[in-house]
């Protein structure tokens, strides 16, 4: 007998009884049964003083057999040159996992999972009778329990699934929605690019130019500043008895747009360019649960696809009636901290709509704060409130050093200044205050006090917006209108 023989033999003792053992041997030997009982008594008293046991509790019958003391089953295959061995919690998974009452697994997955050729596999299935109608427990599982403990594990183990395939679906939704928000940050228009793609605007025609002499002509800025479309307050429930909606916002900006082609026509005043700032929270809410940025829940009548087109649609009759009134426009926009970045997709969204007209230009700030230069004044523009980080335009004497390092940073960059103006939002009311070296101008809000935020707070602004009227030297004028 070889070693590689005597070797076969010691280990399969360990895991069988004799009259498996004896089985095996005639197998390995190739010798018939008497013959082959008779080498293996002989071989067996050589090994015994070894202290491996004489005999092993076995559970067997004619295709393989079951060792209860160390959990494990030894299974004859045809196709294999010796039995294949695989242990008890391996079998039980796989019964567990190929039945439909159980995982519902397909035979090439679990020949994956578990390192199992197709065809072991085959015959497995066959010795084991396993069907995907089989209980997903094993005979000896079913053999030592009980009717209601057998049940009892299947119920269990059909919560597990259950729960298995909810944290996998849990999984996707937050993938899910973690890549829409990837894609929005990326100013891929999600969620308004399914919108945009489906889209068929009006045929816009580019119209000529007012022509006005740039030596005569004043530089008109005007500011949409917490417009917040999409909010709604019932009346009912405000102290103040005045609610807003969305509605009440689109005919705002329409009135704001006729009172500044009114003034600048009653005024006769020559305009050679129009500034629209429009400085965050165009947008109410930047989800479609209506919240902001940071998740703070709000009240609207309108969001998502509706809420965009609706405020769109707005913004494009602002533009179109404001810029015939000079020789040419520029649009400057940041973003807010309720809808974030939505406010700039707004503003890129304008922007290819009016892309053929080409006296109007936009520029989409996507940092804090933003600064350009009219007419020998630096202008420095910001909603005053990050939409990620906790983090607001600080007060007082703060403020001035705050905005004072903004101009520093930005001044080498622009010569021949001669003003600075500080243009800020968020806190829904106007104010101006000159500093030492800069004017700081608050803009005020179309809702003015009419959410139930400002009106818990007893905060009672006025609805209006702002615009400055500009020369050479700095600000010539302000006006402001009232909504």
């Not at 089953?73 to 040159?81: E, F, P, R, S």
């Not at 006729?258 to 009653?266: F, G, L, P, T």
């Not at 910001?382 to 004497?397: F, I, W």
């Not at 001035?400 to 500080?422: D, G, H, P, T």
Request: aromatic share 10%.
């Amino acid at each position: 007998m070889t070693k590689e023989v005597d070797d076969l033999l010691r280990e399969n003792l360990k895991l069988n009884g004799h009259s498996h053992n004896r089985k095996f041997f005639r197998e390995l030997m190739g010798v018939k049964k008497s013959r082959g009982n008779e080498l293996y008594n002989k071989w067996f008293r050589t090994v015994e003083p070894e202290g491996i046991p004489a005999t092993v509790e076995i559970k067997t019958n004619e295709k393989y057999s079951y060792n209860t003391e160390n959990d494990t089953y030894i299974v004859n295959i045809k196709c294999l040159a010796k039995p294949f061995v695989i242990n008890g919690s391996t079998h039980r998974a796989i019964c567990r996992a190929y039945s439909d009452l159980g995982s519902s697994v397909s035979s090439e997955e679990i020949c994956r999972k578990y390192g199992i050729s197709p065809e072991v596999f085959s015959s497995y299935k066959g010795i084991f009778k396993l069907t995907k109608n089989s209980l997903p427990l094993s005979d000896e599982v079913i053999e030592q329990n009980s009717v209601a403990d057998s049940a009892a594990d299947m119920i269990e183990q059909k919560k597990f699934q259950i729960y298995q395939e909810f944290e996998k679906e849990s999984w996707k939704e937050t993938q899910a929605a973690a890549q829409k928000w990837r894609h929005l940050e990326a100013r891929t228009l999600d969620p308004i690019r399914q919108f945009l793609l489906n889209w068929n605007p009006p045929k816009y025609e580019p119209y000529e130019p007012k022509i006005v002499d740039t030596k005569e002509g004043f530089t008109f800025i005007n500011v949409l500043s917490d417009v917040h479309a999409g909010l709604y307050s019932n009346e009912k429930t405000l102290f103040r008895g005045e609610g807003h909606s969305t509605e009440k916002t689109v005919a705002a900006i329409k009135s704001y747009s006729e009172k500044i082609v009114d003034d600048i026509s009653r005024f006769n005043i020559p305009l050679d360019h129009i500034i629209t700032v429009m400085s965050g929270d165009i947008i109410n809410s930047c989800n479609p649960y209506g919240q902001t940025t940071k998740g703070t829940q709000l009240r609207n009548d309108k969001l998502d696809e509706e809420l965009f087109e609706i405020i769109f649609n707005s913004m494009v009759d602002f533009i179109s009636t404001t810029s015939r009134m000079a020789n040419s426009m520029t649009l400057y926009s940041t973003g807010g901290n309720h809808a974030g970045i939505l406010d700039n997709i707004l503003a890129f969204a304008l922007s290819i709509y009016f892309k053929d007209q080409k006296n109007i230009k936009f520029v989409i700030n996507t940092s804090f704060a933003g600064v350009f230069v009219e007419r020998n004044t630096l202008f420095v523009y910001s909603h005053g409130a990050h939409n990620s980080y906790k983090a607001k335009a600080p007060k007082g004497l703060k403020l001035e050093n705050y905005i004072q390092s903004l101009i520093i940073a930005k001044q080498n960059e622009f010569k021949n200044v001669k003003s600075r103006v500080c243009l800020m939002a968020d806190l829904h009311n106007f104010s101006m205050k000159e500093h030492n070296d800069f004017y700081y101008i608050l803009t005020p809000s179309i809702i003015g006090g009419k959410d139930h935020y400002a009106d818990a707070l007893n905060l009672n602004s006025h609805p209006a917006q702002v615009a400055l009227l500009l020369d050479d030297h700095g600000i010539k004028s302000i006006f402001n209108y009232y909504l």
